[in-house]
């Protein structure tokens, strides 16, 4: 005879740890629902540090111009500077940031390098090559508080010259290392024929926009694709510089698009208020991505070409045919604006800028697929060794495997 017995297990209280990563929360609860967000600040791991050549001898604070009202120094893209550096520092500094646009011929000084400026309108703005650097805080406050980039280059009108569009997370406004790349930053625009990539272009600048925090999707207001966007009959121009997979972006906060006593980036047309002043900026902005998928979708019933006037337009509609998909999401919003003048707000006001790696200098590969010494199949995660090796990492070498 078979007996049987059941008994009651009262299960423990559910708890939710809603920080998956230190202090930043991932997960929020409101009436009842939760949602995740998740998003990537501070420089992104990868297996090559393209930002690998350190500037010796030279340390920096990214200073904030004012916290109310715009600073005299401060424009829109230039909401900060590179402050307590010495005047040694700041000579080695230029020698350190050297060439931005791969043309070595506009160069000036005995230092070698370029300002990275754009002259319009008396004013000076962040040029089409602007430098890029990597900060990393010479006293690390967490395990993950590694460094974060902006994007740099030369006032000769300002106090601070060294000037910096995209400020910092506060935990990261300290004194930092600063390391330089050999890769060059071009701001994404298109060739109308009226100026060149040289002179001051803001009017053709390609701009992103995304309706919410915590997407991967950036809608340009263009098509910006090597496939499609410098096909016969585009109406915009050609591309001075195109996309594609696996490309790279600097998306940042610079508060583009804002009307100020200093001339907006989009040539003084205005665009929209992303910002009171400087200090309402997104911090920690100066993240690199990499484009994972770049298309054009059909239009929806919102959907409005960024230079339609006053056409069909009603509030809500935006240019949302162009779409770029990244490999992280973006931490912050941005709105919809007018900067190109047409009268109605139907594309974003956030410049996007391309990252182009240096294939010969450097660089710093620290970690590899498989330890190099075999080929990843990223759909389950595992490596094929190549003859010699074994482990889940390839790893081991074996003798009798030779």
């Known amino acids: 005879m078979l007996y049987y017995s059941t008994s009651l297990a009262l299960l423990a209280q559910l708890e939710i ?13 409101s009436s009842g629902t939760f949602t995740t967000s998740t998003y990537q600040q501070g420089t992104s791991g990868d297996f090559t540090d393209y930002f690998a050549t350190k500037c010796s001898n030279v340390e920096t604070t990214v200073t904030t111009d004012g916290s109310s009202g715009w600073a005299a120094d401060a424009k829109v893209g230039s909401l900060g500077y590179l402050g307590a550096l010495t005047a040694a520092e700041q000579n080695l500094l230029k020698s350190c940031l050297g060439d931005s646009d791969g043309d070595s011929t506009n160069n000036v000084d005995v230092y070698n390098w370029d300002y990275g400026y754009d002259v ?18 010479v006293t690390q406050a ?39 790349t050999a890769g060059t930053v071009e701001r994404l625009g298109v060739n109308t024929g009226i100026a060149g990539h040289q002179r001051s272009d803001q009017n053709s600048s390609i701009t992103g926009y995304w309706p919410a925090a915590y997407t991967n ?17 585009n109406s915009n121009g050609e591309l001075y510089n195109c996309l594609q997979k696996g490309d790279r972006l600097f ?52 959907s409005e070409t960024h230079d339609s006037g006053s056409g069909r337009f009603t509030s809500g509609d935006y240019e949302n045919r162009y779409v770029l998909e990244l490999d992280y999401s973006i931490g912050w919003a941005t709105v919809a604006g007018d900067p190109d003048g047409s009268g109605t707000s139907t594309s974003g006001v956030v410049i996007l800028f391309k990252f182009t790696p240096s294939t010969t200098t450097g660089n710093y590969v620290y970690v590899s697929q498989c330890a190099g010494r075999g080929s ?7 490596c094929a060794c190549f003859k010699g090796y074994t482990g889940d990492s390839c790893t081991t070498q074996s003798s009798l495997a030779m």
């Open 142 to 180: 967490t395990s993950y508080t590694e460094g974060e980039f902006h994007l740099v280059w030369y006032d000769p009108s300002a106090t601070n010259k060294f000037r910096v569009s995209n400020l910092p997370t506060a935990a990261r406004a300290v004194s930092s290392y600063v390391y330089t």
């Open 251 to 302: 998306i940042i906060d610079g508060c583009w698009g804002v009307t100020t006593s200093a001339t907006t980036p989009f040539g003084g047309k205005v665009a929209t208020g992303t910002c009171a002043d400087e200090s309402n900026a997104n911090l920690g902005t100066g993240n690199l991505y990499t484009i994972t998928k770049i298309y054009t979708q059909k239009a929806t019933a919102t």
């Open 376 to 382: 990843c199949d990223g759909e389950f995660g595992l």
């Open 120 to 137: 319009g309108s008396g004013d000076f703005l962040m040029g089409p090559f602007p430098h890029a650097i990597k900060t990393v805080p």
């Open 17 to 29: 740890d809603s920080h998956l990563d230190g202090s930043q929360s991932t997960l929020s609860v």
């Open 217 to 233: 999707k950036v809608y340009t207001n263009i098509d910006t694709s090597c496939e499609t966007g410098n096909s016969v009959g």
